[in-house]
């Protein structure tokens, strides 16, 4: 247990970032008051930060524009959640770790694998609690799924297929209008999207992976594909009303469901006809799609070779529309089908097949539904560990994080370079 602190004291909490991210880690801390405490924060944005701040009901000397200056204070917080953008994850990690902070990270670590081995250093060297938001692993889900695969129930794993269907108007928002549309300013989609799964896929299957190759492009999202009536913007378009990736109809579904959360929010801290209107006139997220300064592939799919000659697949794209990832596992005596919300397994020997219903509560509180339950599950365990000071709490540790991130950068090669790259 950490000095200075006993066990029956919630864990004090300091927010890098008050974004969706950084908003969905606090509102579990606010639940939970008996175990966590928000006592600052950092964010440059103005009205996020005055949002969160009477949202935590901070006191001025604990609401920070920059980050730095928070670090730069005596440390008076236990751990930092650090959710700012993929390319400025790396200085405040290693700035709070080497303060002596706990240090919870968005993913990705980093954009380069150099900068990811960065921050896993620093935080080996000042000894302090490190987790990584692969949200995937702590999935109520995930956790039946490994239970039945301890259990025998499809004998040896052989071969799994993962499907990540990000969702047409998902991948338009964030990934062609969005913040996370260019490699140079985030990471390749790969990583920034996609990184969770290739984490547990690991976690899943147990095994180190020895060679992966990759295949995948900007195929749909360019200039070339753009229609010859389509305009710069799309209130200005004549064809808002049949284009499937028109922002006039996307955000405009969202406003006639009252549903004011993510991604109105993106656009406007305070969603209204006029507000979100005024958005799309004149911020990205109004641009018409084929007219974006995009660069990241639209889909993709990676074959990975584990040791003991395991196969698998992930396949990411953007051309669907909106649900949970889908996975078919298949092993020497049976076989399991999961999508989020259910298992089904299928013993080969008795020819029966099960159905496990693992849905998420019904609600509208992302904590409980945010990546099938996963996120309240990690910020339950990263809680846990700070309160002992002891990360085995962490099903994510620094070494399993940096392996799975490195296998993102190999798959990247693999993808550039159209060849098997080998790992280990």
């Given at each position: 247990?950490?000095?200075?602190?006993?066990?029956?004291?919630?864990?004090?909490?300091?927010?890098?970032?008050?974004?969706?991210?950084?908003?969905?880690?606090?509102?579990?801390?606010?639940?939970?008051?008996?175990?966590?405490?928000?006592?600052?924060?950092?964010?440059?944005?103005?009205?996020?930060?005055?949002?969160?701040?009477?949202?935590?009901?901070?006191?001025?000397?604990?609401?920070?524009?920059?980050?730095?200056?928070?670090?730069?204070?005596?440390?008076?917080?236990?751990?930092?959640?650090?959710?700012?953008?993929?390319?400025?994850?790396?200085?405040?990690?290693?700035?709070?770790?080497?303060?002596?902070?706990?240090?919870?990270?968005?993913?990705?670590?980093?954009?380069?694998?150099?900068?990811?081995?960065?921050?896993?250093?620093?935080?080996?060297?000042?000894?302090?609690?490190?987790?990584?938001?692969?949200?995937?692993?702590?999935?109520?889900?995930?956790?039946?799924?490994?239970?039945?695969?301890?259990?025998?129930?499809?004998?040896?794993?052989?071969?799994?297929?993962?499907?990540?269907?990000?969702?047409?108007?998902?991948?338009?928002?964030?990934?062609?209008?969005?913040?996370?549309?260019?490699?140079?300013?985030?990471?390749?989609?790969?990583?920034?999207?996609?990184?969770?799964?290739?984490?547990?896929?690991?976690?899943?299957?147990?095994?180190?992976?020895?060679?992966?190759?990759?295949?995948?492009?900007?195929?749909?999202?360019?200039?070339e594909n753009r229609p010859v009536v389509a305009a710069d913007r799309c209130p200005d378009c004549v064809l808002q009303e049949t284009c499937a990736y028109s922002a006039v109809r996307i955000y405009g579904e969202h406003l006639a469901a009252g549903d004011l959360a993510w991604p109105l929010s993106v656009l406007t801290p305070h969603p209204t006809d006029h507000s979100v209107a005024a958005a799309l006139r004149t911020g990205p997220y109004g641009r018409c799609v084929w007219a974006c300064d995009n660069d990241v592939v639209d889909h993709q799919v990676v074959a990975l070779e584990f040791d003991g000659g395991v196969t698998a697949t992930f396949t990411m794209t953007a051309f669907s529309t909106s649900r949970?990832?889908?996975?078919?596992?298949?092993?020497?005596?049976?076989?399991?089908?999961?999508?989020?919300?259910?298992?089904?397994?299928?013993?080969?020997?008795?020819?029966?097949?099960?159905?496990?219903?693992?849905?998420?509560?019904?609600?509208?509180?992302?904590?409980?539904?945010?990546?099938?339950?996963?996120?309240?599950?990690?910020?339950?365990?990263?809680?846990?560990?700070?309160?002992?000071?002891?990360?085995?709490?962490?099903?994510?540790?620094?070494?399993?994080?940096?392996?799975?991130?490195?296998?993102?950068?190999?798959?990247?090669?693999?993808?550039?370079?159209?060849?098997?790259?080998?790992?280990?």
């Amino acid at each position: 247990m950490r000095a200075g602190r006993t066990s029956q004291e919630p864990v004090r909490v300091a927010l890098v970032g008050a974004g969706i991210r950084g908003e969905i880690y606090g509102a579990w801390i606010q639940r939970h008051p008996e175990r966590a405490d928000v006592v600052a924060l950092a964010e440059p944005q103005p009205d996020r930060r005055r949002s969160a701040a009477r949202r935590h009901r901070l006191p001025s000397a604990a609401i920070f524009e920059d980050w730095r200056e928070l670090v730069g204070r005596p440390r008076f917080a236990d751990a930092v959640v650090i959710t700012t953008q993929d390319a400025e994850h790396v200085e405040p990690a290693v700035a709070f770790a080497e303060a002596g902070y706990a240090v919870l990270l968005e993913k990705p670590i980093a954009p380069t694998e150099e900068e990811c081995r960065r921050v896993v250093d620093a935080v080996a060297r000042n000894k302090v609690p490190f987790g990584v938001c692969h949200v995937l692993r702590y999935t109520p889900y995930t956790r039946v799924l490994r239970a039945l695969l301890a259990e025998g129930r499809i004998g040896e794993i052989v071969n799994v297929d993962h499907i990540e269907p990000v969702g047409f108007a998902h991948y338009a928002h964030s990934y062609v209008r969005g913040n996370w549309r260019r490699e140079e300013t985030s990471a390749p989609m790969l990583l920034a999207k996609s990184c969770h799964d290739l984490d547990w896929l690991r976690y899943v299957v147990g095994r180190p992976v020895r060679s992966v190759s990759s295949f995948g492009s900007l195929s749909f999202f360019v200039p070339e594909n753009r229609p010859v009536v389509a305009a710069d913007r799309c209130p200005d378009c004549v064809l808002q009303e049949t284009c499937a990736y028109s922002a006039v109809r996307i955000y405009g579904e969202h406003l006639a469901a009252g549903d004011l959360a993510w991604p109105l929010s993106v656009l406007t801290p305070h969603p209204t006809d006029h507000s979100v209107a005024a958005a799309l006139r004149t911020g990205p997220y109004g641009r018409c799609v084929w007219a974006c300064d995009n660069d990241v592939v639209d889909h993709q799919v990676v074959a990975l070779e584990f040791d003991g000659g395991v196969t698998a697949t992930f396949t990411m794209t953007a051309f669907s529309t909106s649900r949970p990832r889908m996975t078919h596992i298949f092993g020497t005596v049976g076989e399991i089908y999961c999508d989020g919300s259910i298992i089904r397994v299928t013993d080969f020997r008795t020819r029966e097949t099960r159905t496990i219903d693992v849905t998420a509560p019904a609600t509208d509180d992302p904590l409980l539904s945010g990546h099938s339950g996963g996120d309240a599950g990690l910020m339950n365990d990263f809680i846990t560990a700070v309160a002992t000071w002891d990360d085995h709490w962490i099903g994510d540790t620094a070494a399993e994080a940096l392996a799975a991130h490195e296998l993102v950068f190999a798959a990247e090669r693999a993808r550039r370079e159209r060849r098997v790259v080998r790992l280990g």
